[in-house]
């Protein structure tokens, strides 16, 4: 079993800037691919990035392709979502996901994750 902390959000106004943690728990962390996900009030839950284990393979959802990066260091066993020029339309809660399945190439489907975090609120303000 991995837990998965995040943190790091918090209300932010249009244009902002936020950096969110994932903190995991084991030290194999280093051989999962990690992603970030998220859901926003009455809509499904869906896609924003994705890391591979490694950190040489990294895929975004068109909405936040030049605005959020995603990365990694196993050393610290924590992986980090950069959001640069946040719109309202970000606001939602974040989660960050492991697929302990080792890939070089991660999932964008949340079905793929093994585990899950309890998410941290992101509040965008126009």
């Known amino acids: 079993q991995v837990q998965l902390v995040e943190s790091g959000g918090g209300l932010v106004q249009a244009g902002g800037s936020l950096r969110l943690s994932c903190a995991a728990s084991r030290r194999t962390f280093r051989n999962y691919a990690m992603a970030w996900f998220r859901q926003a009030p009455g809509k499904e839950r869906e896609f924003v990035a994705a890391?591979?284990?490694?950190?040489?393979?990294?895929y975004y959802t068109d909405a936040v392709k030049g605005r959020f990066t995603i990365s990694r260091d196993n050393a610290k066993n924590t992986v980090y979502l950069r959001m640069n020029s946040l719109k309202a339309e970000d606001t939602a809660v974040y989660y960050c996901p492991a697929d302990e399945s080792s890939s070089a190439y991660p999932s964008r489907g949340s079905l793929a994750y093994d585990y899950w975090g309890q998410g941290t609120q992101v509040t965008v303000s126009s």
């Open positions: 890391i591979s284990w490694s950190g040489g393979t990294t």
